[in-house]
């Protein structure tokens, strides 16, 4: 079984430009969510899709973080106007319909970004 | 607001050596999931156990097992006979089931659990 994938794992910009990150989930995890994780901390919840909607985007950290899905498959998640206090590591994670399997998130390797 | 907290930073253990890393969470909700991550040195992160707050007893996972406390809202990992290979930070995290998934996970801020040859 294929796990999630994230991409790129390593993304170096400078203060000011756009980064995009994609998240490709386990295949037929119709929930997905995404996380930031700073240095010496756990991962901090930031939005949440359950197929193509995206039912939770109030923790985005600012109007600059916004995320899609459209089809309910791979998801992105987009930072403008980087600013340095946005380096950290970008955690996505999928999950399973049904009752028994839904809370139970599967993790990717994470997109490092640094913005300098 | 639903809060974890670990309380050890880091431990470091002699390999074999049994070791339980501590977490406590609060919230006033009755429905819940526990977990424990790892995170090696490669920082993927790996899901080690799951507790459903419903059930008394107490999951196991091969070396792993946990000590879940409901009414002190208190989660511990148990590793026996550690292997070099479990030195990771090892995070504790919780979720509601009333909300769907909606509203993610909340992690402790991790202990880092070295062990020595």
């Known amino acids: 079984d294929t796990g999630v994938s994230q991409d790129p794992r390593h993304k170096i910009t400078k203060r000011g430009q756009n980064v995009t990150f994609r998240c490709d989930p386990i295949s037929e995890h119709n929930r997905l969510y995404w996380y930031r994780q700073t240095l010496g901390q756990g991962p901090e919840f930031l939005t949440y899709f359950q197929n193509e909607a995206q039912l939770e985007k109030s923790r985005l950290l600012s109007d600059r973080f916004s995320a899609e899905r459209p089809k309910g498959s791979f998801s992105t998640l987009e930072i403008q106007r980087t600013e340095q206090g946005d380096s950290a590591m970008y955690l996505c994670?999928?999950?399973?319909?049904?009752?028994?399997?839904?809370?139970?998130?599967?993790f990717g390797p994470g997109t490092r970004l640094l913005v300098l | 607001a639903q809060t974890v907290t670990q309380s050890q930073p880091e431990m470091s253990v002699q390999e074999a050596e049994t070791v339980t890393l501590s977490c406590t969470y609060d919230?006033?909700?009755?429905?819940?999931?526990l977990f424990w991550y790892k995170q090696p040195p490669s920082r993927q992160m790996i899901l080690v156990i799951r507790?459903?707050?419903?059930?008394?007893q107490n999951a196991t996972e091969n070396r792993f097992s946990v000590n879940f406390q409901k009414a002190a809202k208190s989660f511990s990992l148990k590793i026996s006979d550690s292997q070099l290979g479990d030195t990771a930070m090892y995070f504790c995290a919780f979720i509601l089931v009333s909300g769907g998934g909606a509203d993610g996970l909340t992690f402790g801020k991790g202990t880092h659990l070295i062990i020595q040859p």
């Open positions: 507790q459903e707050a419903y059930k008394q």
């Open positions: 919230t006033s909700e009755n429905n819940y999931y």
């Open positions: 994670a999928s999950s399973a319909p049904g009752t028994s399997q839904r809370e139970t998130q599967y």
